[in-house]
């Protein structure tokens, strides 16, 4: 409170003073924005929060810590965000935009929360956000500022970073007397049912996500079209997969809550591109496929052979998939030409403009009003830029995940016990109906016990 007293004011859209009878009301940023804002809304609060509310016996810890670490990491990310980017005159600017991109910042830190779900406290996830928030926007500053690279739909800097933040603090918090699963990491119908509630409210809104930074017109166009094909043909990959590889032949539920997801992150690196609608149906398809098998061996590897015990397999749904994304961008870089885009091209790959006292950048500002001068880089340069920002992203996401973890590990975090994780009782008066009592038995049960009492 002491901060937004002190740094915040409205933006010009939002201050009074500044309308008058020249001023025309829906031409207000407002009108541009919000419906974006409103969609991404829905995602972080509905979409994650009904997600990972999956677990049995851990449904009021997974929604309500969500709305809890969401409400908290927006409010900070306003802060942090704005000090780099809507900073001037001695106050953060205060837009919708500010909040969209704020959103785009908590999403991160529910991404990277996947991964510590069930073994951690309110205290512990709200410490994460502190510090995984300034993190994120230095580095976002850092990639846009001074690399400058191609990624509307956020897979290096939201989903790379998330990922690898999420698995660098796991790693710390990680517990030998859960690499084996814990009794109560189990779901039930009705859990089943709401989580696969919160993929459809991502699924829904996705296209709002990778669409809602990128420039105003064609562009936002395809980024709509390319992620709505690419959810399209993974979520149709997932059930094929899903039953394919089941023994019985049947569908698990799993892969339709996660996988189906995948190619929303695939086509986000080049979703704004000329990459063709049939390239964005194969993304779809290499982003689940990857994913489906990174959930059936991947996840299993590296709990038991490198100490990181992904609990909702972020790194599956964001990282796998994250490098899929980044690479297709680079390959659609590389092949952008001014005849497959015209003249709109260095509006797209505005570092690839040429630059101040260019006589070029004066004919393509005849053709397209508002040009702002670029780099002059080549489609090569660009590409290395790109490959620098991922590797960038992925080193300070980690090196932050591990010193946030050690962080989250002090004796005061209040972290709960291996006996007690994925158990809503510890934190929340439940109702006469919940019980898991019942479960609590030693945790070097062996697999036919557990099958036993489950």
Known sequence: MALFAVFVTYDDNANARLQNNETNPM????YRDYPYFADVQVMIFVGFGCLLAFFRFYGFSGMVFNFLTAAFSIQWAILMQGFFQFYYDGKIHLAVINLLNAEFACAVVLISFGAVIGKTSPIQLLVMALLEIPIFAVVEWAVLKYIRINDAGGSILIHLFACYFGLGVTFVLYRPSLNDGHVKEITCYQSDILSVLGTLFLWVFWPSFNSALTFKGDDQHRAVLHTFIGLSSSTITAFALSAVFNKRGKLTMADIQNVTLAGG????????????????????????????????????????????????????????TGLISSTAGICAILLA??????????????????????????????????????????????????????????????????????????????????????????????????????????????????????
């Open 265 to 320: 992150v695939t086509v986000g690196a080049s979703v704004d591109m000329m990459i063709s609608p049939v390239a964005a149906y194969a993304l779809g398809i290499m982003g689940c496929t990857a994913c489906f098998f990174g959930y059936r061996y991947l996840t299993p590897f590296l709990a038991r052979r490198m100490r990181i015990q992904d609990q909702c397999g972020i790194h599956n749904l964001h990282g796998l």
């Open 337 to 454: 030409n001014e005849e497959t885009y015209g003249p709109s091209m260095y509006q797209i790959f505005s570092h690839r403009a040429p630059p101040v006292g260019d006589p070029k950048l004066l004919e393509l500002q005849r053709l397209i009003p508002g040009l702002k001068p670029g780099l002059g880089r080549t489609a090569e340069e660009q590409a290395l830029y790109q490959v620098a920002a991922i590797f960038s992203t992925i080193a300070a996401a980690t090196v932050g995940g591990l010193l946030t973890g050690l962080v989250m590990k002090l004796p005061v975090m209040a972290s709960p016990t291996d006996e007690d994780c994925f158990d809503d009782m510890l934190f929340f008066d439940t109702p006469s109906d919940f019980d898991s009592s019942v479960l609590k038995i030693p945790l070097n049960y062996n697999e036919k016990e557990s099958n036993k009492v489950v």
């Open 27 to 30: 031409e207000n940023s407002l």
